[in-house]
T-cell receptor, first 113, second 115 residues
Framework: EAGVAQSPRYKIIEKRQSVAFWCNPI?????LYWYQQILGQGPKLLIQ????????DSQLPKDRFSAERLKGVDSTLKIQPAKLEDSAVYLC???????????FGPGTRLTVL | AQKITQTQPGMFVQEKEAVTLDCTYD???????LFWYKQPSSGEMIFLIY??????QNATEGRYSLNFQKARKSANLVISASQLGDSAMYFC????????????FGKGTTLSVSS
């Protein structure tokens, strides 16, 4: 069974630029999560989807971050404009309904200069 | 508020020895799940073990076991017979209600295994 796919793996941008990350969850997993992991910390939830609906986006900085999950499969997370403090690893995870363990992708390491 | 606390920033162990990584949690909900993940330097999060709040027995998965003490609100991970490949960051996480809600993570413990 294929795991969670993410791209790109690495991205370097300058502040005020925009960036987008892509995630393809495990086939059949209805729940998809985006987490932000700042160096030295545990992952923090940004947004959770159930199929193509948003379940929880309470910690998503909506003035600059947006996410969508079209057709309940792939998802895209966008940052516009990026700030220095957005430098982090962005992890996508999925779980089957009703979710127990979440399975993570390899992450996208973002550096904002 | 739900919270996971991992008080050990780093742990050191010799190969073949056992090691315990501490985790305490805080929730007022009676239904919850506790998880441990391993994050090697490559960055991916690897699911290790799960314990449900109503499970009577401690969870085990190969060399991993979870020492669940409900009254103390602790869920320590025990790794037996440590291997060099166990060197990584370990995260304790909690899901409340087990209803597809998101995981809440602790800050992690770095484990270093030496030969």
């Amino acid at each position: 069974e294929a795991g969670v796919a993410q791209s790109p793996r690495y991205k370097i941008i300058e502040k005020r630029q925009s960036v987008a990350f892509w995630c393809n969850p495990i086939s059949g997993h209805a729940t998809l999560y985006w987490y932000q992991q700042i160096l030295g910390q545990g992952p923090k939830l940004l947004i959770q989807f159930q199929n193509n609906g948003v379940v929880d986006d309470s910690q998503l900085p909506k003035d600059r971050f947006s996410a969508e999950r079209l057709k309940g499969v792939d998802s895209t997370l966008k940052i516009q404009p990026a700030k220095l403090e957005d430098s982090a690893v962005y992890l996508c995870a999925s779980s089957p309904p009703p979710g127990l363990a979440a399975f993570f992708g390899p992450g996208t390491r973002l550096t904002v200069l | 508020a739900q919270k996971i606390t991992q008080t050990q920033p780093g742990m050191f162990v010799q190969e073949k020895e056992a090691v315990t990584l501490d985790c305490t949690y805080d929730t007022s909900d009676p239904s919850y799940g506790l998880f441990w993940y391993k994050q090697p330097s490559s960055g991916e999060m690897i699911f290790l073990i799960y314990q449900g709040s109503y499970d009577q027995q401690n969870a085990t998965e190969g060399r991993y076991s979870l020492n669940f003490q409900k009254a103390r609100k602790s869920a320590n991970l025990v790794i037996s017979a440590s291997q060099l490949g166990d060197s990584a960051m370990y995260f304790c996480a909690m899901r409340v209600n087990q209803a597809g809600t998101a995981l809440i993570f602790g800050k992690g413990t770095t484990l270093s295994v030496s030969s």
